[in-house]
């Protein structure tokens, strides 16, 4: 096992914290997860891929054979409450994005998604990263201000990067966050 493998499987594993879990993603999520990603099925409009009540199936299904991701189903003491995981396609560079990232409106404005960033962030620095990148979006105004909340860098907006499952072209604002402007980066554990 290369030296990548190894950091890519030390992603894999990140230690519970402040109530929040995050178990490798798996079948025994989709009806729990399907029921969640539909709490909200208007935000779907703006995402890359639908999760919704009649694209769930079929996205669930393509995230689970993907090898450039490490996605977790969320779990806030103990109840599934969304999904996130690291995106591994620049691992080489030490770099991963933070991203596949959806909490229901019920969860939203409590404190779930800092949480569970910052633990995701300290994990990623914890093992050896040294960049995080983080995507939005430019018509999603709630992500891209809870991604600067967290203190990512605003480095700038990718034009028409990428078409959405609903054909929409879309712009897409990219932050990042380094390891040595995150807080206690050195003595994560």
């Not at 999520?29 to 694209?55: Q, T």
């Not at 979006?137 to 991604?147: C, E, L, P, T, V």
Request: overall charge negative.
């Amino acid at each position: 096992m290369g030296e990548l493998d190894v950091l890519s499987a030390s992603l894999g594993h990140v230690p519970s914290r402040d109530g929040i879990t995050l178990v490798p993603l798996a079948e025994e999520h989709r009806s729990d997860l399907k029921a969640v990603c539909a709490e909200d099925a208007a935000i779907w409009d703006i995402y890359p891929v639908n999760f919704g009540p009649d694209g769930f199936d079929a996205a669930f299904d393509a995230l689970l054979v993907r090898t450039d991701r490490i996605v977790f189903a969320v779990h806030d003491a103990g109840k599934l409450v969304g999904m996130s995981g690291y995106i591994i396609t620049a691992i080489d560079k030490q770099t991963v994005e933070i991203g596949n990232s959806y909490i229901p409106p019920s969860a939203r404005g409590t404190g779930l998604n800092g949480r569970l960033k910052r633990l995701m962030i300290d994990h990623a620095f914890a093992v050896g990263i040294r960049r995080i990148e983080l995507r939005a979006d430019d018509r999603n105004g709630r992500s891209k201000a809870a991604i600067t909340k967290i203190g990512a860098t605003f480095e700038g907006k990718l034009r028409q990067e990428r078409i959405t499952w609903t054909g929409f072209v879309r712009d897409t604002c990219v932050y990042s966050i380094l390891a040595s402007e995150w807080p206690n980066h050195s003595t994560v554990g």
